[in-house]
């Protein structure tokens, strides 16, 4: 039965999240940080990708939303990217390849790619109560 209804609640965030860029990165940070699916019994959990269908609809809702796109550049932001190529590198140049090293590589570079889908996402979109104007300035 839980099976069922974790199923039928994907029926509802995946449309919505074609709606809303906000519902699909928060639907993906949800099934990132608390798989769901390693919960569910038998092969209906382990069948559907959700974690890999809720990443494609954020970044098509991103590429084919009529939203500006404008990402957020600031210093933390760069100082974020020369971490991403410090950690890289690194990873490429190790002596010897490692189990271990394997799975920290594959957190890491997803978590910069939500990392800048979301502060593109807040940047791109004009809040009613933001700080920022909706012409960026």
């Avoid at 999240?17 to 699909?24: D, Q, R, V």
């Avoid at 991103?62 to 600031?74: C, E, M, N």
């Avoid at 971490?83 to 490429?92: A, E, K, Q």
Wanted: contains cysteine; proline residues 6%; aromatic residues 16%.
């Amino acid at each position: 039965m839980r099976d069922l209804l974790y199923h039928a609640a994907w029926l509802i965030i995946i449309p919505l999240s074609f709606y809303s860029a906000h519902i699909s990165i928060l639907a993906w940070v949800w099934v990132a940080l608390l798989p769901p699916a390693n919960l569910l019994y038998g092969r209906l959990g382990a069948v559907l990708p959700f974690n890999k269908i809720v990443a494609a609809t954020t970044v098509f809702v991103l590429i084919a939303g009529d939203t500006k796109k404008d990402f957020y550049r600031d210093p933390l932001i760069v100082a974020i990217v020369l971490y991403s190529v410090i950690v890289t590198l690194t990873y490429f140049t190790q002596p010897f390849d490692s189990g271990t090293s394997d799975l920290q590589y594959d957190k890491f570079w997803k978590e910069i790619v939500l990392f800048f889908l979301m502060t593109g996402l807040i940047a791109c979109t004009a809040w009613p109560w933001s700080w920022r104007s909706p012409s960026g300035s």
